[in-house]
């Protein structure tokens, strides 16, 4: 992956298919039974509306009677399995819904009502869009830069994007899987997506291990975090089938994550040459020389 994951396409190594538009949100939506909406349905009478019991988990056939109408700590029985709010999709689920409980039951609810609702909902869940962020405490920074330090540097940095990236069991891109297995329905054609995120997560770790000179440092830091977003992404789309929330907020981040990674790359370049680095062809350095836009 290295240079196949960093350089095909500058970065771009392939394309989703066209008959997968994963630009479409419901793509990435599970398909459930049609259900009849009954809002105020109570069967059991222990004043949980039985859509929610289904939601939390509890059974709207038997009353709890020790229960409020909570969607956070729901009262179980003997007889139910407690609900786990253990994906992001099920958190985001639990919260729209308590939002929507607490403005009247969402009967007759105001277009300013069902926005807010909305946005109250989906402002909590800005957390997906983050990665681990890395800081100059996790890299090896050395406070030399003359001339040997920083051509060293563009040597070793090569050597792990071309070792750790190398593409030898010869997988399609994260993209193509991730299509297909949309396209098929096969939760298993995910399972392709491990060896890329692999490759990321070595480059990340033997990056860290790199001497880098004072005055690269931030160039460093920002192709290390550029990874770990990207890998962050991979690690999104292998949750595409238990989790599609998850999933489809990473993917709308994978395409300026891999932008940003491309300009993470030329950055390192571009510091290279501003420190007047010369490589030779057949130095690894040359690697950020033979991606140059």
Do not use: C
Request: glycine share 6%; hydrophobic share 35%; charged share 25%.
């Amino acid at each position: 992956m290295g240079v196949a994951i960093i350089a095909s396409g500058y970065f771009f190594r392939g394309s989703a298919t066209a008959s997968t538009d994963l630009n479409d949100p419901k793509t990435f939506a599970v398909a459930a039974p049609q259900r009849i909406y009954q809002d105020e349905k109570d069967t059991d009478g222990d004043g949980i509306r039985d859509w929610l019991e289904e939601l939390i988990g509890t059974n709207p056939l038997v009353s709890d009677a020790s229960s409020t109408a909570s969607t956070t700590a729901p009262h179980h029985t003997a007889t139910t399995t407690p609900f786990v709010a253990d994906t992001e999709t099920k958190k985001f689920a639990v919260s729209f819904f308590n939002d929507v409980l607490k403005t009247h039951g969402g009967k007759d609810l105001s277009d300013q009502e069902k926005k807010a609702i909305l946005d109250s909902s989906v402002g909590r869940f800005v957390s997906l869009s983050t990665s681990t962020l890395f800081t100059r405490n996790d890299i090896e920074i050395t406070q030399t830069s003359d001339a040997d330090s920083v051509k060293n540097y563009g040597n070793a940095l090569g050597i792990v994007i071309m070792r750790d990236g190398k593409n030898d069991q010869k997988v399609d891109s994260e993209l193509v899987i991730l299509a297909q297995a949309l396209k098929d329905d096969n939760a298993s054609e995910l399972t392709k997506l491990a060896p890329i995120k692999a490759g990321y997560a070595r480059m990340i770790a033997d990056a860290q291990t790199v001497p880098v000179p004072e005055s690269l440092a931030k160039e460093h830091l920002l192709f290390i975090n550029s990874l770990e977003a990207v890998r962050t992404d991979i690690e999104g789309f292998e949750k595409t089938f238990s989790d599609p929330l998850m999933s489809y907020v990473r993917f709308k981040r994978y395409m300026s994550d891999a932008e940003g990674l491309t300009k993470a790359v030329d950055g390192v370049r571009a510091g290279l040459e501003r420190e007047h680095v010369v490589y030779e062809k057949t130095e690894p350095g040359q690697f950020f020389f033979s991606l140059r836009p």
